[in-house]
């Protein structure tokens, strides 16, 4: 967490000292500022720092309203905490041509909240299995489902958003500008290429079922 804090903040730096450049290596340095600053809030999260009130799993037949309520409470600190990240990036940001830190992050933040909207609701693949020792009251939050409402809306707004991303790289005639647009585009590709993860019909965790080894030895 510490080696992850110190990575962030030069992120962040980064971000304050490319505001007002618009070479092509300011375009990358920015990107990874972001990509730095959203690192945080998913080690804060999954390290265990930074998650919500509530630690403890629902309770047999909690539905409704009052089990997202519940849900929301597991993380309600991590929400606040990527908040919070936005509104700095942005106050860093705001001076550049093209603020691409921040459009960064909430692209991230955008497919993270699409992501957990849909295991809430119900997904083919969960990969509960994947969540650490200390979450695992999270997999009662978690729902198996051959599909669920969110899940077309979210991909069709996803596919339009990425689509007209790539529409304007391709006709920016600022070199710098178009590849900063193509790098937003591919943050937005990789997320459809994970949701779709999580709606195939067959499992695809197997290339990494070697790092559950020791997990699995241990339960059997």
Known sequence: MLATT??????????????????????????????????WQEMSYYLGFVTGPRKKACEPGCAGWGHFLHALQTSLYHELSILTG?????????????????????TLWAMHESARINVFLGVRHINAEWLPEHLQYLRSFLREAPMNPWFPVSV???????????????????PAQASAYYL????????????????LPIPLTAPWAWALGKRRRQAA
């Open 6 to 39: 110190v990575l962030s903040a030069a992120g962040l730096y980064a971000v304050w000292w490319t505001q007002d450049q618009t070479s092509q290596w300011a375009v990358y340095v920015a990107f990874a500022g972001g990509l730095s600053v959203w690192a």
């Open 86 to 106: 936005a509104i700095l990036l942005w106050g860093l940001s705001r001076e550049a041509e093209f603020a691409l830190a921040f459009w960064t992050y909430m």
């Open 156 to 174: 069709t707004l996803a596919s339009c958003a990425a689509a007209w991303i790539f529409y304007q790289a391709w006709f920016c005639q600022d």
């Open 184 to 199: 937003i585009g591919a943050l937005a590709v990789l997320a459809l290429v994970e949701h779709a993860f999580l709606m």
